[in-house]
């Protein structure tokens, strides 16, 4: 059995934050990741982080206010604090390792402005942040010899007398099934959004951690909460960054006008994401969009800029759309992005589950509540990254192994092995996930109400059944991926369970859970997170209040 | 029909037979030729390794030469010096700023570089200015029976966006457009496109040599009686370190390496003698009998 | 439209005809890329079709590939540029590293060797309480390599590393590039010491190959002729290969055109009997044949201002 102090599940970029913490606090850390570290999909963040830096002027609680109000108030405010006082010095220690942030004119870091906040305070590397955090943070794995199991695949918790033990995990590339013994566990695996079509998301980004995290025991909270982005690319979904309307790109609708004078007469199309993809919607039900679109209008701010701050969004332009973004508008709709909800932790990364943590956007500190607010997302994770290392290695210093049986990958191993030996009954992982994506992109989208809701909820009933049956084809033990997308989807189909059971759950709309059968927000009532619990008959749903510091809610207008 | 005539280095150099040949060929086919004299080195990527500016502004300079000579076309029978020339030119034409900077430095010639004039490869010239039709009437002596594989090397393939391959996608087959036209068949390997070795062959021979290797190898294991290339540099490596190939494989290739105006020569019914092919390392009889030449 | 996939597949797990090639026809949209249609495969004709991928917006370096004999990333390349008149696309993995399933590598040889360049920032002194203050400019000219992605085409389609597998490769070279032109970093010395050994930055063959492969625009043998101008500018200039380029430019400084034989006789050092000695039989050889370069080299007529460029640009 392999063993290590503190096993770190995914390597993006919470992941690798939180193996070099743990590292740095001497213990001895892996990080298991079903890709090698730089495939993550941290790297599609593009537009930046952001942070309040006081050299220059900027209040870090003007930043925590413009994320609670992001929120829509959902956001923990105690989190938020953390968060927003710690982004400065978490910056500057991504710049120390190497971080090639782009520059103002006296050679500092330069920022731009972002949706939601009146300041630019958005520290960026060109339109490929999260590219550049990334390679530098696996930059720094490597300078610190950090081990990583790359391409193995974790099937589940080590789970013993209600303490996280360490996991299972399967190397793809031989196909054998390992037990991993740890003192701490951090789940950093993303989002889940795969679990809808389209998705801004890589192929990749299955809701790992939350399906391991929820019948261990964990609660999924805030999950009803998914961000759709405003400016994805028609047809194939690609991500458009925020950074373009930060640098002062137009949205414009059929007939050239920019609605969002509208909708938000003060930020316009710097408002939050959730009021501007919302808005764009409502536009193009109206009536006003171009086959499912709107245009995302670049032409005003020059070839130059586009081809120095904007040129991955210009790439993809030309590669996909044939367009290139200095001489015309491109088609825009929002597009499934982000999910705010996950597996519940303190402001440390830990869970209530002994052991295990979670951090990035797998995991609900609550931060982003009900809409994050962009390049919150980045921030997070390094944030809370570095918190849930340093704890979990305390935890796991202070302590020897916990037992763990010989036998700990043998249901695994079994339950694989029936796996594939599936009739083939003409079902498939793809009709599966396919059917599921549609489902709640149709009814758990931009806008829902409780009839929508209530068959999403039937149909991933129906689509959990069939995953009890469905084949998988492939027998061989050798990079078998569609193995590992079978285990996927059985991680997905709970996830999706859980966001249409928390949707049904909150009566009122907040954020972007937005019911057209209940328009407004009702603070009386839901002030609180919508958590989901496992049991054999489905999620155990309940709800915990949202912790208030110092901003009281108010109406939210931008 | 007439250019401004870079002939290179090598071609008067290393590959003495190149030279005339070439002319030869043009002769024939009534392309007139008007010798740079005044041209420098392209620098071959060697110059740019230690100052790319430097490789730059002689290109820059050559080019404007043959504007000042009146031409808007600079012939070239030698892939580096196409591949090389191309590029400064993709650089200089697509930065103002730097244009100006090297503009600067051909001022004391009163020389003026303004992205008009073109280098051409004696290859590109055939098929696109005479004409496949002029050259068929040309050939006297098909070399039918013959099995030639074509060995473009680097230069003339790539980078692609300089080559202007967009406008002229013929230039990708044009060694096998000609190996048809003068009725021999092409044998089509792997290594066509390849690095013949040359640039490292100082500083790593054994991987050098291991690239000439492979490619003559693999030719002439496929039936090619002769390899044709566009490349001076490129012949210096498979026909001078063919011998040592042979040995780090421990068999026996000798293959012959034509230059591809010797091809045409050959087609055209000059004599063996003429085209320079004694001049060559690997001897070259085998390929003269099947033409009828020995 | 109709598409016709040829794929090199392979299956370690077969008893024989381990390596095979597969045909898929498909029916698919005229926008798709190669990577979309091997999705379309393996989600609807056959799941044991092993290919990594994740974002399809070529950002995560997952899908290179070999894209009819070139290296590419899967999704970034249009099956509508890729068809041949049949229809037919050929598709195989990445060269230059062992096949594990179909178009999957494994790419343990690749990550050390960019290990092997020290791929992190080593500043020099203790960090200053802000960040480094260094100009916009000198930080946007490292986005070209910054922007690698660590897809392996380049390495794919290197044709070094065919012959020479201690070669250290385009992509370890442009990562190395990239520290060297970090303001921040105080290694470059090291660095360069480390590049100039065999198997560094003076191994490169010039073919382009990477250049042309290369899916994000890095460049990586222009990082390399980066690498080999700054290191012999900052007095790295004992190997063969920089006294290669040192003598070429000499000899064109001093006629315009190359001095073949110069370069031939100086580049070992008039008095490295060894190397001298070995090169013989390829010199005699070629004399023989009346191949050797003129003894007597002239200078072009307008020589004078050939010289004057280089002074001036030495100047700078």
């Known amino acids: 059995m392999y063993e290590h102090d503190v096993v770190v599940v995914g390597a993006g970029l919470a992941g690798m934050r939180a193996a070099l913490a743990a590292a740095q606090q001497g213990a001895d850390t892996a990080i298991i990741t079903k890709v090698h570290p730089v495939r993550s999909h941290s790297n599609a963040a593009q537009g930046g982080i952001n942070a309040a830096l006081t050299d220059r002027g900027d209040d870090w609680e003007d930043h925590a206010y413009a994320t609670v109000k992001g929120s829509d108030y959902l956001g923990d405010q105690d989190a938020i604090e953390v968060m927003a006082q710690e982004a400065g010095a978490a910056v500057i220690e991504l710049e120390h390792m190497g971080v090639i942030f782009s520059r103002d004119e006296t050679g500092h870091l330069g920022t731009r402005r972002f949706g939601g906040q009146e300041r630019a305070r958005t520290f960026f590397v060109a339109d490929i942040t999260g590219q550049a955090m990334l390679h530098v943070l696996y930059e720094q794995v490597m300078k610190e010899n950090v081990r990583v199991y790359e391409e193995w695949f974790v099937t589940s918790l080590i789970m013993v007398d209600g303490e996280c033990r360490g996991v299972v995990a399967m190397d793809i590339m031989s196909g054998k099934i390992e037990a991993i013994r740890a003192k701490s566990v951090i789940l950093c695996t993303g989002g889940v959004g795969r679990a809808y079509e389209p998705s801004t998301n890589g192929l990749i980004v299955t809701g790992d951690g939350m399906g391991l995290a929820y019948p261990a025991g964990a609660a999924l909270m805030d999950m009803e909460m998914i961000q759709y982005h405003p400016t994805t690319l028609k047809g194939n979904g690609v991500l458009i960054t925020e950074a373009a309307r930060g640098e002062g790109a137009y949205l414009l609708n059929s007939e050239g006008d920019r609605f969002m004078k509208t909708y938000a007469p003060n930020m316009l199309e710097l408002a939050s994401r959730d009021v501007v993809s919302r808005s764009e919607a409502t536009e193009i039900q109206e009536g006003r969009g171009v086959d499912g679109c709107v245009f995302l209008d670049l032409r005003h701010l020059g070839r130059e800029l586009i081809e120095t701050k904007l040129s991955y969004i210009n790439e993809v332009a030309l590669d996909y759309m044939n367009i290139n973004l200095a001489d015309e508008p491109i088609p825009i709709q929002p597009g499934m992005h982000y999910i705010m909800g996950g597996i519940k932790t303190d402001v440390w990364g830990a869970t209530p589950i002994p052991g295990l943590y979670a951090a990035g956007e797998c995991a609900c500190v609550s931060v982003h509540g009900g809409n994050r607010l962009g390049a919150n997302s980045l921030l997070d994770t390094v944030v809370f990254g570095r918190r849930s290392g340093e704890a979990a290695a305390a935890r796991a210093l202070e302590r020897p192994f916990g037992r763990v049986s010989e036998h700990a990958a043998y249901l695994d191993e079994t339950r694989i092995i029936s796996l594939l030996d599936r009739k083939d009954n003409g079902d498939s992982v793809a009709k599966v996930r396919l059917a599921m994506g549609e489902t709640l992109n149709e009814h758990l989208a931009v806008f829902r109400e409780e009839q929508g809701m209530q068959t999403a909820a039937k149909a991933i009933q129906q689509l959990k059944e069939r995953y009890r049956y469905m084949p998988v084809k492939a027998k061989g033990k050798v990079f078998n991926t569609a193995l590992v997308f079978a285990l996927e989807l059985g991680f997905m189909l709970d996830c999706a369970e859980t966001i249409c059971a928390s949707g049904l759950t909150r009566k009122e709309s907040r954020g972007a859970h937005y019911r057209t059968d209940m328009p407004t927000r009702d603070d009386e009532n839901w002030l609180k997170h919508v958590t989901c619990t496992w049991s054999p008959d489905g999620p155990v749903v309940d709800t915990i209040p949202v912790t208030f510091t110092r901003w009281e809610p108010v109406e939210r207008t931008y | 029909m007439k250019y401004a005539f870079f002939p290179g280095c090598v071609s008067r150099g290393g590959c003495p037979e190149l030279y005339p040949a070439a002319l030869k060929v043009c002769e024939r086919l009534g392309i007139e030729l008007d010798e740079m004299v005044d041209a420098s080195c392209t620098g071959a990527g060697v110059l740019q390794e230690k100052n790319k500016k430097l490789g730059d502004t002689l290109n820059a300079r050559t080019m404007a030469i043959a504007e000042r000579m009146g031409y808007d076309t600079i012939m070239v029978i030698c892939s580096t010096c196409q591949g090389v020339m191309s590029r400064a030119k993709y650089t200089l034409d697509n930065d103002d700023t730097y244009r100006a900077e090297i503009n600067a430095l051909l001022a004391e010639e009163e020389l003026v570089y303004t992205g008009n004039v073109q280098p051409k490869h004696l290859l590109w010239v055939l098929i696109e200015d005479v004409g496949l039709d002029k050259i068929r009437e040309q050939v006297q002596q098909p070399l039918s029976g013959v099995k030639l594989a074509p060995f473009y090397g680097c230069y003339i393939v790539r980078p692609s966006d300089s080559l202007g391959f967009d406008e002229n996608p013929e230039r990708q087959t044009s060694l096998e457009t000609l190996i048809e036209l003068v009725g021999a068949e092409t044998i089509d390997f792997a290594g066509k496109t390849r690095c013949c070795g040359f640039p490292i062959l100082t500083i790593n021979e054994k991987a050098s040599v291991n690239m000439v290797a492979n490619h003559t190898g693999d030719a002439k294991d496929l039936g090619a009686d002769a390899m044709v290339t566009p490349c001076p540099l490129c012949h210096l490596n498979l026909d001078g370190y063919q011998p040592a190939a042979a040995k780090q494989r421990g068999k026996s290739i000798s293959l012959p390496i034509l230059h591809f105006p010797q091809m045409m020569g050959l087609a055209m019914g000059m004599s063996a003698k003429e085209l320079g092919l004694q001049r060559h390392v690997i001897d070259t009889k085998p390929v003269q009998k099947k033409v009828g030449q020995v | ?316």
């Not at chain 3, 696309?89 to 050390?112: H, I, T, Y």
């Not at chain 3, 290990?115 to 946007?140: C, F, H, I, T, W």
């Open chain 3, 1 to 316: 439209m109709q598409v016709k996939l040829a794929v090199k597949r392979f299956d370690p797990e077969r008893e024989q005809d381990q390596s095979y090639v597969q045909d898929y026809t498909l029916d698919v949209p005229d926008h798709y890329t190669v990577l979309d249609a091997l999705i379309q495969t393996r989600e609807e004709v056959d799941e044991s079709l092993a290919v990594r991928c994740s974002c399809r917006a070529s950002i995560c370096g997952s899908c290179a590939m070999r894209v009819n004999g070139h290296a590419g990333l899967g999704c970034k390349t249009k099956l509508l540029d890729s068809m041949d008149k049949d229809g037919v696309v050929q598709v195989e993995p990445m060269g230059n590293q062992p096949v594990v399933k179909d178009l999957v590598v494994d790419m343990s040889v690749f990550w050390n060797k960019i290990r092997a360049v020290k791929p992190y920032l080593q500043p020099e002194g203790p960090e200053p309480e802000r960040e480094y203050v260094a100009s916009n400019d000198s930080m946007l000219k490292l986005l070209q390599t910054m922007g690698c992605i660590m897809c392996g085409a380049c390495v794919s389609d290197c044709t070094v590393l065919e012959v020479n597998e201690n070669f250290l490769g385009p992509a370890a070279l442009a990562k190395a590039y990239r520290f060297v032109g970090d303001p921040r970093d105080g290694a470059t010395n090291q660095r360069f010491g480390e590049l100039d050994e065999p198997g560094g930055m003076w191994d490169c063959t010039r073919c382009f190959e990477c250049v042309e492969a290369c899916p994000k625009g890095v460049a990586p043998m222009d990082q390399i002729m980066n690498l080999r101008e700054e290191a012999a500018a900052a007095g790295f200039t004992s190997t063969i290969g920089a006294r290669h380029a040192e003598i070429f430019a000499d000899t064109v400084k001093h006629s315009g055109w190359l001095d073949e034989l110069q370069l031939a006789v100086k580049t070992p050092g008039m008095f490295n009997i060894g190397a001298q000695l070995h090169n013989m039989p390829v010199g005699i050889r070629a004399f023989l044949r009346g191949k050797l370069p003129p003894i007597v080299h002239k200078a072009i007529p307008s020589v004078r201002f050939v010289r004057r460029i280089f002074e001036k640009i030495e100047e700078d």
